[in-house]
């Protein structure tokens, strides 16, 4: 039997350690497509609700995203205050994307308000609003006085639309790595001692 203050297996208790401790630190972050299968653009009259529905159904965390699709050349997507959601006011927009394929990332907690870019689509309902943590719904994530310095999110033009997260676990290259050096530690140590 191995003894425990021996440094080889101290060295071996480590290496399972740092594994075990690598797949549990795991964290997943998501990708949700606005709207799901309706995309971007004025509701239609069956749906003019969709994106307040949209919005109770996701509960949305820090390091997930946002995928707006839209036709470039007939819409955009802008984050506004709650005073210009509440108004459909298009002026000075927190942020601007207008690539048909805008990204936006949560980086912090807070109520976030978006709209459509175009004139009279945010008056048709094309508009969200969505809460990330333990917000009250009428602060807004930014006033005219909490801009950050730089811009939470950025829009991003893929050649093809993201694949959703994958329902199964996988392991990241650090956690292979980690198990690879692991098991080559074990079999070394176990073939010495």
């Not at 690879?180 to 010495?192: D, T």
Request: charged share 10%.
């Amino acid at each position: 039997m191995a003894n425990p203050r021996s440094p080889r297996f101290q060295l071996l208790f480590a290496f399972q350690l740092l594994l075990l401790l690598q797949l549990q630190t795991k964290s997943f972050c998501h990708q949700y497509k606005v709207g799901d299968l309706d995309g971007w653009g004025i509701p239609t009259s069956a749906n003019p609700l969709v994106y307040a529905k949209w919005s109770k159904y996701h509960t949305f965390a820090i390091g997930d995203s946002l995928l707006f699709l839209y036709p470039p050349s007939q819409d955009s997507v802008i984050q506004v205050t709650a005073q210009s959601y509440d108004s459909c006011k298009l002026k000075d927009p927190i942020l601007y994307m207008n690539n048909g394929n805008s990204l936006f990332n949560i980086t912090k907690e807070g109520n976030f308000y978006f709209t459509s870019g175009e004139p009279g689509h945010c008056q048709k309902k094309q508009k969200l609003h969505f809460t990330v943590g333990n917000v009250s719904a009428e602060s807004p994530a930014y006033g005219p006085s909490a801009l950050p310095d730089f811009a939470p999110s950025y829009p991003t033009v893929f050649g093809s639309i993201p694949q959703p997260p994958s329902s199964s676990p996988s392991l990241s290259f650090s956690g292979i790595l980690t198990a690879v050096i692991g098991s080559a530690a074990c079999a070394i140590l176990s073939g010495i001692m």
